[in-house]
């Protein structure tokens, strides 16, 4: 079965700093997809970028960019200009292309600092 | 375009008891999947749906069961509730394809007494 890892259960960063959240993953298969989800204090899970594995460029979405490194099995999260929204839960997670299931991670738990 | 819907958001029930959680899929998608989710454990898979199908099953006993209706609409049962289900229970919608989104509900908080 796949395996996603995240390391840091918890992280802060200063409003207006860089953070940067890191994912590992584990899978023989060649044809995936990877994700990060945001969980805020309301539990709702909001999808904050996506990246497709046989793509080589790394999705951005606005302040939010990832570092895919396909032969490292290392998939992690930027965000620049942190805002106080920011602060959540941040799930790492990998969807098979030959299945539905979703793995996810253990979760980072980001403070944004005023 | 509306978003996916959970019924309860919050529930409490005794030991012993059975429970029912609804999940309605954003328009048009016919895959759901239910997560459960807990300090412990984590987010883990209970079951996907689709059309009306379970397609992929997680490592849960069998008092874990759910269905899909035609309206994609899926309900899940725990029967037998014991004190470590409580969790909250997540669902999540998509149309069905590995390379799509799967976008959650507001999930349903169980808590077993």
């Known amino acids: 079965a796949q395996t996603v890892t995240q390391s840091q259960p918890e992280m802060s960063v200063q409003e207006a700093e860089t953070v940067t959240l890191s994912c590992t993953y584990d899978?023989?298969?060649?044809?995936?997809?990877l994700f990060w989800y945001k969980q805020p204090p309301s539990r709702q899970m909001i999808l904050v970028i996506r990246q497709e594995a046989y793509k080589q460029q790394n999705a951005t979405e606005n302040r939010f960019s990832v570092n895919f490194q396909k032969a490292a099995k290392s998939f992690s999260l930027k965000i620049s200009d942190s805002q106080l929204g920011d602060a959540a839960m941040y799930f790492c997670a990998y969807r098979s292309g030959v299945g539905n299931q979703f793995y996810f991670g253990t979760g980072t738990s980001l403070t944004v600092i005023p | 375009k509306a978003g996916v819907t959970q019924t309860p958001r919050y529930l409490i029930k005794t030991r012993g008891q059975q429970v029912t959680l609804s999940c309605s899929p954003i328009?048009?998608?016919?895959?759901v999947s239910w997560y459960q989710q807990t300090p412990g454990q984590g987010l883990q898979f209970l079951f996907e749906?689709?059309?009306?199908?379970?397609?992929n099953k997680g490592n849960f006993p069998g008092r874990f069961s759910g269905r899909q209706f035609s309206n994609s609409r899926s309900e899940m049962n725990v029967s037998t509730l014991e004190l470590g289900d409580s969790a909250l229970y997540l669902c999540?919608?998509?149309?069905?394809?590995?390379?799509?989104?799967?976008?959650f509900g507001p999930g349903t908080r169980l808590l077993v007494l």
């Open positions: 749906y689709f059309s009306e199908t379970q397609r």
């Open positions: 999540a919608s998509s149309r069905g394809h590995a390379e799509e989104t799967q976008y």
């Open positions: 328009s048009g998608h016919r895959s």
């Open positions: 899978t023989s298969e060649s044809d995936y997809y």
